[in-house]
């Protein structure tokens, strides 16, 4: 699962594979504005078949963060 | 200063401060709200200190603005002495931010210190840059005089107030110069349609370099009400914005549908959120119906829906309309409205003649919201800002704004039908192809290029660059692009061509090339 979560990351918000692994935030990242969060969220969803609530999508803003919260849904 | 008549945005400023002095006029999350005096106060010193610096009528002070009690009064400090404020994206490329420095050639930056704002890589010696946040500039300020400026007497109705920098088709951005008269008539419209009181509180999500941002800034400030800054960290991420607004309250919301469409989709919303709020004005977009629904059944029942329609060049807004239950039942887009009073809408054909009521023709506007033009470029101003075709006797100037509408013979409500050109709005930004085109055109590597944008299903909402290129490397691409366009305007999808479908001109066929994609 882990894999796929960062082949999205990567996919959506255009870093390369192997930073994926790092635990990089919204600030570090140029172009993880509103749109592409979206996107990612979006992607999340729909390739893992999971539906996140409200508050847990506003607590994604991290790579580790995304992981920990997919991983509640998925595990 | 006492007089009744206010004919410039600094003397109306005054009145409204001081009749609302220890009312807030910021309200921050974090507490400390911003009293109207205060702003008063701190307005008329750097308004006395940019004086001090010759600055005064006519000559541009750019800021990157931070949404705060100072970058705010920066503002009206310059509307107090007639200076010409332009508040740039600090997130531009630098290549794009020179552009816009070389058009609009200020005699001062206002900036703050931020490792990912445009002012690490920025150079020039040709004007002089303040750090605002900085202990230095607060002290310099606070040894000028705090007097409303008698200067300010020299600021006639026809100054430029500020200039709003939007996309170009030659490549190069284009400075929208509007008057402190275009604002006096837009903020006594925005006071009656949503009858504005002193207890309003207004959000200000919109970013300052963006168009929206006019009607925050004025609709609040200068009507008593109060103004909740925004800042982007908080508008990425939309569950925590609605729980900090929750904490100010707001009454009036305006942002661009897709901030709704986001919040919806983030599932940012409760019922219980956001109680106070009474009024929600979106534009600069069509908003989805299907999303627009969704948010009908959150807010409905106790908020008012008013769709709003504007070009830069016009002071923001021009058109408004109050939707009801009737129109979210039906499926087609809204209508752009009536014109707001002291306004007119022509519909007119190729030749600039008036077309029949129900034909679909291009916009052109007239009204005191007619801003002056485009910042040092004459050639385009006359082209955009002409003589009404239809008014012989004089010059009476409208500005055609290159969307195709059509008006409903009962209604005589503006339809709109499209665009005449390759402008196109995303995000609510709007953005020539042209301009995206011109920097991919300029990558050696690059034979030849059409930007596309379609939003259908298969493509939802994406900016297309289609391509005849002796590398093929996306990201290498997207990284070029970086450098030169800011980030709502680079492309989603990269599409590469032996060669771009042409028409009997030889140029190259949008059309065919949309359809070939669409396959």
């Given at each position: 699962?882990?894999?796929?979560?960062?082949?999205?990351?990567?996919?959506?918000?255009?870093?390369?594979?192997?930073?994926?692994?790092?635990?990089?935030?919204?600030?570090?990242?140029?172009?993880?504005?509103?749109l592409?969060?979206?996107?990612?969220?979006?992607?999340?969803?729909?390739?893992?078949?999971?539906?996140?609530?409200?508050?847990?999508?506003?607590?994604?803003?991290?790579?580790?963060?995304?992981?920990?919260?997919?991983?509640?849904?998925?595990? | 200063?006492?007089?009744?008549?206010?004919?410039?945005?600094?003397?109306?400023?005054?009145?409204?401060?001081?009749?609302?002095?220890?009312?807030?006029?910021?309200?921050?999350?974090?507490?400390?709200?911003?009293?109207?005096?205060?702003?008063?106060?701190?307005?008329?010193?750097?308004?006395?200190?940019?004086?001090?610096?010759?600055?005064?009528?006519?000559?541009?002070?750019?800021?990157?603005?931070?949404?705060?009690?100072?970058?705010?009064?920066?503002?009206?400090?310059?509307?107090?002495?007639?200076?010409?404020?332009?508040?740039?994206?600090?997130?531009?490329?630098?290549?794009?931010?020179?552009?816009?420095?070389?058009?609009?050639?200020?005699?001062?930056?206002?900036?703050?210190?931020?490792?990912?704002?445009?002012?690490?890589?920025?150079?020039?010696?040709?004007?002089?840059?303040?750090?605002?946040?900085?202990?230095?500039?607060?002290?310099?300020?606070?040894?000028?005089?705090?007097?409303?400026?008698?200067?300010?007497?020299?600021?006639?109705?026809?100054?430029?107030?500020?200039?709003?920098?939007?996309?170009?088709?030659?490549?190069?951005?284009?400075?929208?110069?509007?008057?402190?008269?275009?604002?006096?008539?837009?903020?006594?419209?925005?006071?009656?349609?949503?009858?504005?009181?002193?207890?309003?509180?207004?959000?200000?999500?919109?970013?300052?370099?963006?168009?929206?941002?006019?009607?925050?800034?004025?609709?609040?400030?200068?009507?008593?009400?109060?103004?909740?800054?925004?800042?982007?960290?908080?508008?990425?991420?939309?569950?925590?914005?609605?729980?900090?607004?929750?904490?100010?309250?707001?009454?009036?919301?305006?942002?661009v549908?897709s901030?709704?469409?986001?919040?919806?989709?983030?599932?940012?919303?409760?019922?219980?959120?956001?109680?106070?709020?009474?009024?929600?004005?979106?534009?600069g977009e069509?908003?989805?119906?299907?999303?627009?629904?969704?948010?009908?059944?959150?807010?409905?029942?106790?908020?008012?829906?008013?769709?709003?329609?504007?070009?830069?060049?016009?002071?923001?807004?021009?058109?408004?309309?109050?939707?009801?239950?009737?129109?979210?039942?039906?499926?087609?887009?809204?209508?752009?409205?009536?014109?707001?009073?002291?306004?007119?809408?022509?519909?007119?054909?190729?030749?600039?003649?008036?077309?029949?009521?129900?034909?679909?023709?291009?916009?052109?506007?007239?009204?005191?919201?007619?801003?002056?033009?485009?910042?040092?470029?004459?050639?385009?101003?006359?082209?955009?800002?002409?003589?009404?075709?239809?008014?012989?006797?004089?010059?009476?100037?409208?500005?055609?704004?290159?969307?195709?509408?059509?008006?409903?013979?009962?209604?005589?409500?503006?339809?709109?039908?499209?665009?005449?050109?390759?402008?196109i709005k995303r995000m609510g930004y709007r953005m020539?192809l042209?301009?995206?085109?011109?920097?991919?055109?300029?990558?050696?590597?690059?034979?030849?290029?059409?930007?596309?944008y379609?939003d259908?299903?298969?493509?939802?909402s994406k900016i297309?660059?289609?391509?005849?290129?002796?590398?093929?490397?996306?990201?290498?691409?997207?990284?070029?692009?970086?450098?030169?366009?800011?980030?709502y305007m680079l492309?989603d999808?990269?599409?590469?061509?032996?060669?771009?479908?042409?028409?009997?001109?030889?140029?190259?066929?949008?059309?065919?090339?949309?359809?070939?994609?669409?396959?």
């Amino acid at each position: 699962m882990e894999k796929k979560i960062n082949q999205i990351l990567a996919d959506t918000l255009k870093v390369p594979l192997e930073k994926t692994t790092e635990d990089l935030t919204m600030d570090d990242v140029n172009n993880w504005d509103s749109l592409t969060h979206m996107n990612l969220i979006v992607a999340i969803e729909g390739e893992l078949g999971i539906e996140l609530s409200g508050d847990d999508i506003a607590e994604m803003i991290s790579f580790n963060a995304i992981r920990s919260t997919v991983a509640k849904y998925v595990n | 200063m006492d007089c009744n008549y206010q004919y410039n945005l600094g003397q109306l400023f005054d009145k409204v401060a001081r009749e609302n002095s220890d009312k807030t006029a910021i309200n921050l999350f974090e507490g400390n709200d911003v009293t109207y005096n205060t702003v008063n106060v701190l307005s008329n010193k750097i308004a006395n200190f940019l004086l001090s610096k010759s600055i005064g009528r006519n000559d541009v002070v750019a800021i990157l603005n931070n949404k705060t009690a100072m970058s705010y009064s920066i503002m009206i400090a310059c509307l107090k002495i007639g200076a010409v404020y332009t508040n740039l994206d600090p997130k531009s490329p630098i290549e794009r931010f020179n552009k816009m420095v070389e058009i609009c050639n200020p005699k001062l930056l206002f900036y703050y210190s931020d490792e990912n704002n445009v002012m690490s890589e920025f150079k020039t010696d040709k004007f002089k840059s303040i750090n605002y946040a900085n202990p230095e500039f607060i002290k310099e300020v606070n040894v000028v005089g705090m007097d409303f400026p008698a200067y300010n007497r020299e600021v006639t109705a026809n100054t430029p107030a500020y200039i709003m920098f939007t996309s170009g088709s030659t490549g190069f951005p284009k400075g929208v110069v509007i008057s402190h008269q275009n604002i006096l008539n837009f903020i006594e419209w925005s006071r009656t349609i949503y009858n504005t009181t002193t207890d309003d509180v207004f959000t200000n999500i919109n970013p300052m370099h963006f168009d929206n941002s006019v009607f925050d800034f004025y609709a609040s400030l200068f009507t008593g009400a109060s103004i909740v800054p925004v800042g982007e960290n908080l508008t990425r991420n939309p569950r925590k914005l609605v729980e900090a607004l929750n904490q100010v309250l707001p009454t009036i919301w305006f942002s661009v549908p897709s901030m709704l469409v986001y919040m919806l989709n983030m599932r940012a919303l409760k019922e219980t959120d956001l109680p106070t709020l009474r009024v929600v004005t979106y534009g600069g977009e069509g908003f989805p119906k299907n999303q627009l629904r969704k948010l009908w059944k959150y807010w409905g029942h106790s908020v008012r829906f008013v769709n709003v329609y504007g070009p830069t060049e016009c002071t923001c807004i021009c058109s408004s309309y109050d939707v009801s239950a009737k129109d979210i039942e039906k499926d087609e887009l809204l209508p752009l409205g009536h014109m707001a009073p002291n306004f007119y809408g022509l519909v007119v054909n190729d030749d600039g003649k008036k077309v029949q009521l129900g034909e679909i023709g291009e916009l052109y506007i007239g009204g005191p919201n007619v801003g002056i033009g485009y910042y040092n470029d004459i050639k385009k101003t006359e082209e955009f800002f002409i003589g009404n075709p239809g008014v012989e006797s004089h010059k009476e100037i409208v500005y055609k704004s290159g969307d195709l509408v059509k008006q409903d013979p009962d209604t005589k409500m503006f339809l709109f039908c499209g665009r005449k050109d390759n402008q196109i709005k995303r995000m609510g930004y709007r953005m020539e192809l042209e301009e995206i085109e011109h920097v991919i055109n300029s990558i050696d590597f690059i034979k030849e290029s059409a930007v596309v944008y379609i939003d259908n299903k298969k493509y939802s909402s994406k900016i297309i660059a289609c391509l005849n290129s002796s590398d093929e490397d996306d990201n290498k691409i997207a990284e070029i692009l970086r450098k030169y366009l800011p980030s709502y305007m680079l492309p989603d999808l990269y599409f590469y061509f032996r060669q771009l479908p042409k028409n009997q001109n030889g140029k190259i066929d949008r059309l065919k090339l949309k359809e070939e994609l669409n396959q």
